[in-house]
């Protein structure tokens, strides 16, 4: 099981689970697998199973092929996934075999009630293998080196019209539009993108959400990146001006890190957005790797932020969090009339975190 979410669909509140296989290798960290939708009663109110046609490395089981990285309710009732095809290409131009192979990176706007698909956007369409920091290992020669050169971390409707795509292995943020699937426009952690160039405090790598930005610059396996426990990881908060343009130079207002509390991590985690208290927003940001969540308060004015409170779920590199949430969560589990018994699904894991298939087990709790 992966990637418990609390989320809205059509007026009610759900928990989310992803269950499937997780492929981790040198290259790539991708899962084939279906959604859980449980009410709040803990049944499931839909599963979504799609089976979408593309091509995995030999051996691999799909019979759904939701990927764990984005499973994202939208607000018009539909489902937001990302899908990851093996594909054979020519990779010579960026230095890798003439036969090589790659993951083409594919989002999926499901259908909730069949797991059809009703839109896809494929990225070798709309994104060049030039624009990949990630380095080829010993040149995608083969279906076990394929080469995960975009690696679409997250997923979210941009109003109506849009969505904004974070790249893990391009550095970048993207909107796309959902009619054409034409990028709209691009922010780059490096260069800018289709904004000015970027300051020193703005720039970030492999992790990204858009106006919120997880700085995980301790990240030393791609290209440019640091020397671990160099870069702090922090919380920072990014404003672009729309239209975009060369002239806007964009710059992080506020920077999230409590100092005597340094930290490095250098995979997973998240930086979002609560809800507005008392004239102040406060931000709420997990660690990935290390087991640590953290809260912050910000008033209106450059850096105006002041540290909350911080929780440990762990020993580091033992228990991780992909994504976090802080929310309120109403549960009530269904009785049995005929045995006084409540059915509680447990969301385990039940073998080991690589190359694992992951599921979820269900408890009877009754009353003497």
């Excluded at 994202?72 to 996934?81: D, E, M, R, S």
Aim: glycine fraction near 8%; charged fraction near 15%.
């Amino acid at each position: 099981m992966g990637k418990a979410r609390y989320q809205a669909l059509n007026g009610s509140d759900y928990l989310t689970y992803w269950n499937g296989y997780v492929l981790e290798a040198q290259n790539a960290s991708i899962g084939y697998g279906n959604l859980t939708i449980l009410d709040q009663h803990y049944e499931p109110a839909a599963v979504v199973c799609s089976s979408l046609g593309i091509n995995v490395q030999p051996g691999i089981p799909h019979a759904c092929d939701v990927d764990y990285n984005e499973q994202y309710l939208t607000p018009w009732g539909t489902l937001l996934v990302t899908v990851y095809n093996l594909t054979q290409m020519d990779l010579s131009s960026v230095d890798g075999s003439a036969e090589g192979y790659l993951l083409d990176a594919q989002i999926h706007e499901i259908d909730i009630a069949t797991s059809e698909s009703l839109w896809k956007w494929n990225s070798l369409d709309h994104i060049p293998l030039i624009a990949s920091q990630l380095p080829l290992t010993d040149m995608a020669a083969n279906e076990s080196l394929a080469w995960d050169y975009v690696h679409v971390n997250s997923v979210s409707p941009y109003g109506t019209d849009k969505l904004l795509v974070s790249g893990r292995h391009t550095w970048d943020v993207v909107a796309i539009d959902r009619s054409s699937g034409d990028i709209v426009w691009n922010y780059n952690g490096i260069y800018g993108g289709d904004f000015g160039a970027v300051s020193e405090e703005a720039t970030f790598a492999n992790y990204f959400i858009i106006f919120s930005n997880f700085g995980n610059h301790d990240y030393a396996g791609a290209t440019g990146g640091n020397a671990q426990n160099t870069a702090l990881t922090v919380g920072r908060e990014v404003y672009l001006k729309l239209p975009a343009s060369k002239s806007y130079h964009p710059l992080p207002p506020n920077t999230y890190n409590e100092s005597s509390l340094s930290l490095f991590s250098n995979s997973w985690g998240s930086f979002d957005y609560l809800p507005n208290q008392q004239n102040a927003t406060s931000h709420f940001m997990s660690y990935g790797q290390l087991p640590i969540l953290r809260e912050w308060q910000s008033r209106p004015g450059l850096n105006q932020t002041a540290f909350k409170w911080q929780a440990t779920l762990g020993a580091d590199n033992d228990v991780a969090t992909y994504r976090a949430q802080k929310a309120s969560w109403y549960g009530e589990p269904a009785m049995d009339l005929g045995t006084g018994c409540y059915m509680m699904q447990s969301l385990i894991d039940f073998s080991s975190r690589m190359n694992a298939t992951y599921g979820v087990n269900s408890t009877r709790v009754c009353s003497l």
